[in-house]
């Protein structure tokens, strides 16, 4: 074979991989182009069909497309805030009004574009129920039945139906588990309805859109540390419980932190807990003083006779101390009291516990 022949085969090998380099770009564009254009039209379609539950959403005066795209997101109303942003630029939307809106997740981005744009905005909240963090189920069936008119009892009723919360398990099977149906368990729903500030548009909605409204706050609260909860090897039924523990026993000026880090150092040690909340939990009333003989009260929520976590929470818990459960302090202390100027005295052994207790105690 001369030098032309190779020449010649050379060229047709080059030639032959120029195509296959070719072909597989124009493939793989193809593709991109496919497979964006299906991303965008998911994008583009409702976060959940079926989810008609009204979401507040405010639009401060000034806000630019990137900050109200950025808070779709963040409220779970849109997929992508990226995707949204250039579809209004595609589409040139430019006059979104401020103002106070209520969206669901059933709808479609134009359907948010064409609300946000006529300035419809939500009419003044028929009811608004605050509702206090380390409050009780009780607590909480008392202050919705003041506000709505409904009776203690009924509220009650409906957050102890086994029916009822099957069905809620089935809608926030994130959240609720088996272990609410413990059957030391005293009220499946205790520790789970966030302390928070809720708006609706009746003065009586149904009881079932108080407890949902209330419970999807905590799924939204939980999701943001999914990832601290899996880290932890923590449940949401073990993070709620050792979180209301923390709650009750905080004060205005405690370090939440590092009550948690009691709890935990104790419980890595097989010591009971030993916390007076879960005592008055079990006796079912409030006492400004626990007494020796109510340490005997025979109870699985007696963390003074049952070591480990009591069934589940005493109450619910806010932000602070489900973080505070979430990433403790590293202390080697085992024993904490609270003075009653508030603050907290935490400390290493029994003999320090009980001078400082002596200390304070002694002077009431």
Do not use: W
Not at 162 to 190: C, G, W
Not at 320 to 328: G, N, T, V
């Amino acid at each position: 074979m001369d030098n032309n022949q190779f020449l010649q085969k050379d060229a047709q090998i080059v030639r032959k991989i120029v195509l296959l380099v070719c072909a597989a770009i124009l493939i793989a564009c193809i593709a991109i182009g496919v497979g964006s254009y299906f991303y965008i039209k998911s994008a583009l379609q409702p976060v959940d069909p079926q989810d008609k539950k009204p979401v507040h959403i405010s639009i401060p005066i000034g806000s630019s497309v990137n900050e109200i795209a950025n808070l779709l997101e963040k409220k779970r109303l849109i997929k992508s805030a990226t995707v949204f942003r250039y579809y209004v630029k595609f589409k040139n939307h430019v006059d979104f009004q401020a103002g106070e809106y209520k969206l669901n997740r059933s709808m479609s981005v134009d359907n948010i574009i064409a609300v946000l744009k006529t300035g419809k905005v939500t009419k003044k909240a028929g009811l608004k129920l605050t509702i206090p963090e380390g409050t009780q189920i009780t607590q909480i069936a008392a202050i919705i039945a003041e506000k709505t008119g409904y009776k203690k009892e009924e509220v009650l009723k409906q957050l102890n139906d086994r029916a009822y919360i099957e069905h809620l398990m089935q809608k926030y099977p994130t959240v609720l588990s088996k272990d609410i149906f413990n059957k030391n368990i005293r009220y499946p729903l205790e520790g789970y309805l966030f302390p928070a500030t809720y708006s609706f548009d009746e003065k009586k909605p149904p009881i079932s859109d108080i407890i949902e409204e209330m419970l999807g706050k905590t799924a939204e609260v939980l999701a943001k540390y999914e990832q601290d909860m899996k880290k932890a090897n923590m449940s949401p039924h073990q993070l709620l419980t050792i979180s209301s523990l923390i709650e009750e026993e905080a004060t205005e000026k405690a370090d939440r932190q590092k009550i948690a880090s009691v709890f935990y150092n104790r419980l890595r040690k097989g010591m009971p807990l030993q916390t007076d909340p879960t005592v008055l939990y079990a006796l079912g009333k409030h006492k400004d003083r626990v007494y020796y003989k109510d340490l005997e009260v025979k109870s699985p929520y007696n963390t003074y006779i049952y070591k480990g976590l009591p069934p589940g929470p005493i109450a619910n818990a806010g932000m602070m101390s489900i973080q505070a459960a979430l990433k403790p302090a590293k202390t080697d202390y085992f024993y904490f009291l609270a003075t009653p100027g508030g603050d907290v005295v935490f400390t290493k052994t029994l003999e320090e516990h009980n001078r400082q207790k002596e200390k304070y105690i002694g002077k009431q």
